[in-house]
């Protein structure tokens, strides 16, 4: 059955809660008779809507109740987290539109930071209580989910985290140890990873999703540069950038390319057929489907700026200067071959530079709990190189490799998910193994490829 719930909790748990340090957490659970535990789902983010989570899962509502199939047996909560939707929402209504390029001059530094100064205003002058921008913190969502795992008389919970819900689960094994049963963060975000790291996987993760569409282009007869071979995208994409730097395309620049590319084709679970079929319009002289300016700097503009308060203030920046964000560049021109250039993680660190509030997330967070984390090889958002830094912090956890490009394995069907549900139920971690378990290819839909490879604590 589902029910719902709000929970006082402190704005600053340094403090006791009182008329000036309170906010309301808002939560939605599916609960079964005789619950044999608690698993908190986290979507991400950050800031991702929650409960509606638990209302698809008990109402049976909507696709997204299919992934929780095996977890029937465990009161499911989920979260909204502290800022958002149901839970103390803030509000960072602003009319500023994210540029497309990454700077690369002081100049286009100085611009995003004006643009970062008039977002933080608006929300510190829109958002109630006064001072909660300080206090979005990880560190502070992990305590609200502490809060609720109290409320609700367990002793431990489980997790299932996805993509900056790792974050949130890793800090709360730190903070919790006691509390942590099963822990299973997927897309690991990483703590123990400076924000350069982070960039320059993120963007060995783009070149290798541009090689990615090329080998799906080989497979698929219907891919528009079939027939001219390995190698054809990535000449393709190249030849677009030229043409755009040329100023060919009316209303489409480069940095504009290489952004929606990203955003709208990689991110996520990458589209490569949409993404070679645009490439060749382009190539023909319409670049409309590689467009940002208008709708869609618009729209991604209102969520992007929607993140900026949690994380910015999470992460770690020990240098603000542009001199510190140009040695970034440096280390990302060095790994990038085909010359893409942006990150959605650069591009915030920009952002975040100018934010007044900053954490230590992506610092060192040492714990010695068990925690599966778990990795697909082709994900722009979350690259697989993270993991190693989440078990430099976490030593006794256990990886599972998915052979595969969407961002999160739980939702994809196969071998890894049914490793996550079986842990989340029995607490049981597979043996080692790197064994191929399903192959195959639908040039329809997308390159479908399971490869599991389970590494041993």
Sequence with gaps: TLHC??????????????????????????????????????????????????????????????????????????????????SNPINCTSSEIIPSFIPSTQAQFDEIQNI?????????????????????????????????????????????????????????????????????????????????????????????LLLRADAYCLNDTTCPFHLLGKGAIPEAFQSI????????????????????????????????????????EAIQGDASSLTYSGAFATEYSAGLIAILPLFCSDILIPDTSFDAYAKILSDVAAVDTFELRFSQILSLAAFCDAWPIHGDVTGPHPDNSSLMLVTSDFDLNTPTENVIFQRGDTPSSVVVRRHGEDHGSYYVPGPVRDVEIAYLTTGVFPEATNQDLHIGFEPVKRFLAQKILMLSR
């Design 241 to 280: 950038i030229t043409n755009a730097t040329a100023g060919d395309f009316p209303n489409v620049n480069a940095d504009d390319i290489r952004a929606v590319a990203a955003l709208s084709f990689f991110a996520g679970s990458p589209n490569f057929t949409a993404f070679n079929l645009a490439l060749a």
């Design 116 to 208: 970062t100064a008039s977002i933080y205003n608006a929300c510190e002058a829109q958002s109630t209580p006064q001072g909660i921008l300080n206090f979005l913190r990880s560190e502070d969502l992990a305590s609200d989910w502490d809060s609720v795992r109290a409320a609700l008389g367990y002793d431990i919970t489980h997790l299932l985290g996805l993509s900056y819900g790792t974050f949130t689960g890793a800090i709360y094994a730190t903070k919790f140890p006691q509390r942590v049963g099963r822990f299973v963060l997927d897309g690991v975000g990483s703590t123990n990873i400076t924000i350069d790291n982070y960039v320059v996987n993120q963007v060995k993760a783009y070149n290798r």
């Design 5 to 86: 719930g709000n929970l006082v909790v402190p704005m600053d748990y340094s403090k006791g809660i009182s008329p000036s340090n309170n906010i309301t957490i808002s939560f939605a659970m599916r609960r079964p008779d005789n619950p044999k535990g608690l698993i908190n789902y986290s979507p991400g983010g950050p800031g991702g809507e929650a409960n509606s989570f638990a209302w698809a899962f008990a109402l049976n509502i909507s696709s997204e109740a299919f992934g929780f199939t095996g977890l029937e047996d465990y009161d499911f909560v989920a979260i909204d987290v502290r800022g958002t939707e149901f």
